[in-house]
């Protein structure tokens, strides 16, 4: 009897941990039954018996994982707004409050390296189901969160926070989901073995202006028109390069290959 009980155990572990890892790697829709089962060297008979579908499945995994997040970062941030004594925290604070506890657990064992994959995976899915997961069980922490950074940066209008945050969200996303966590500190380190407040005082000072730098102010704007004038020229000029190549040769030598050629020959 104990002896079917690990086992069964062990099979709803191996299926958690085989949908995690089609996951981060293909996305929800990306991810099929067959595929999960064979990893976790299952049949379809037992998704069936533990969880009742695909969907219920990667609802399970994505609690387990989020659940304790978002709660360590809801306990952070409302420790940090009662330091503040009332008083905004600033917005690096409150990306800060964002960052820590995935770190931590991606440091500890029982979240495991692949966390903030999974992390970036979570959020730059295109699932409507994934989208409507995260809606329906995280909205009141988002909100929280709105708030917060809405009393950090009182100057911006709340829509334009909004896409400023969603954008910051899509970036990091993007992110995480294709990096292994230690390549990105490596990369935010440069040679040099730092502390995780510096890693992510770095990864902050790299997102904060996304959050703060002017929104299309007119010098910006002037310097895009300058550009955009030289556009029509700098296509013309293109088709004129590639109509050249192609009367060379038809191989696609491209333009060094011209250069070194017009050398020789002279």
Same mark, same amino acid.
């Given at each position: 009897?104990?002896?079917?009980?690990?086992?069964?155990?062990?099979?709803?572990?191996?299926?958690?941990?085989?949908?995690?890892?089609?996951?981060?790697?293909?996305?929800?829709?990306?991810?099929? #039954?067959?595929?999960?089962? !064979?990893?976790?060297?299952?049949? $379809? =008979? +037992?998704?069936?018996?533990?969880?009742?579908? %695909?969907? /219920?499945?990667?609802?399970?995994?994505?609690?387990?994982? #989020?659940?304790?997040?978002? !709660?360590?970062?809801?306990?952070? $941030? =409302? +420790?940090?707004?009662?330091?503040?004594?009332? %008083?905004? /925290?600033?917005?690096?604070?409150?990306?800060?409050?964002?960052?820590?506890?995935?770190?931590?657990?991606?440091?500890?064992?029982?979240?495991?390296?692949?966390?903030?994959?999974?992390?970036?995976?979570?959020?730059?899915?295109?699932?409507?189901?994934?989208?409507?997961?995260?809606?329906?069980?995280?909205?009141?922490?988002?909100?929280?969160?709105?708030?917060?950074?809405?009393?950090?940066?009182?100057?911006?209008?709340?829509?334009?926070?909004?896409?400023?945050?969603?954008?910051?969200?899509?970036?990091?996303?993007?992110?995480?989901?294709?990096?292994?966590?230690?390549?990105?500190?490596?990369?935010?380190?440069?040679?040099?073995?730092?502390?995780?407040?510096?890693?992510?005082?770095?990864?902050?000072?790299?997102?904060?202006?996304?959050?703060?730098?002017?929104?299309?102010?007119?010098?910006?704007?002037?310097?895009?028109?300058?550009?955009?004038?030289?556009?029509?020229?700098?296509?013309?000029?293109?088709?004129?390069?590639?109509?050249?190549?192609?009367?060379?040769?038809?191989?696609?030598?491209?333009?060094?290959?011209?250069?070194?050629?017009?050398?020789?020959?002279?």
């Amino acid at each position: 009897m104990n002896s079917q009980v690990t086992a069964s155990g062990n099979t709803r572990i191996r299926l958690l941990q085989a949908a995690e890892a089609l996951f981060i790697e293909r996305g929800f829709e990306s991810m099929s #039954l067959r595929q999960i089962t !064979q990893l976790a060297d299952a049949n $379809l =008979a +037992a998704v069936n018996y533990h969880f009742g579908s %695909k969907e /219920l499945l990667v609802q399970e995994l994505l609690s387990k994982r #989020l659940d304790r997040l978002n !709660q360590e970062r809801l306990q952070l $941030l =409302a +420790a940090c707004e009662q330091e503040a004594d009332g %008083k905004p /925290l600033h917005a690096s604070a409150v990306l800060s409050i964002l960052f820590v506890p995935a770190l931590r657990l991606s440091r500890d064992p029982a979240g495991g390296p692949a966390f903030m994959r999974l992390l970036g995976r979570v959020y730059s899915d295109a699932s409507p189901f994934i989208r409507d997961h995260l809606q329906e069980h995280y909205r009141p922490i988002f909100g929280r969160f709105f708030e917060a950074f809405s009393r950090a940066l009182p100057e911006l209008p709340r829509n334009e926070l909004g896409m400023r945050l969603h954008f910051i969200l899509k970036s990091l996303s993007g992110l995480l989901a294709g990096e292994d966590m230690d390549e990105l500190i490596a990369s935010l380190g440069m040679g040099e073995t730092l502390s995780d407040a510096v890693v992510l005082a770095r990864l902050i000072s790299l997102l904060s202006p996304m959050l703060t730098s002017p929104f299309g102010s007119p010098e910006q704007i002037e310097i895009v028109e300058q550009v955009m004038g030289q556009a029509d020229a700098a296509a013309k000029a293109t088709d004129a390069v590639q109509a050249a190549s192609g009367q060379v040769s038809h191989k696609s030598f491209g333009v060094l290959t011209m250069l070194n050629e017009s050398n020789d020959g002279a």
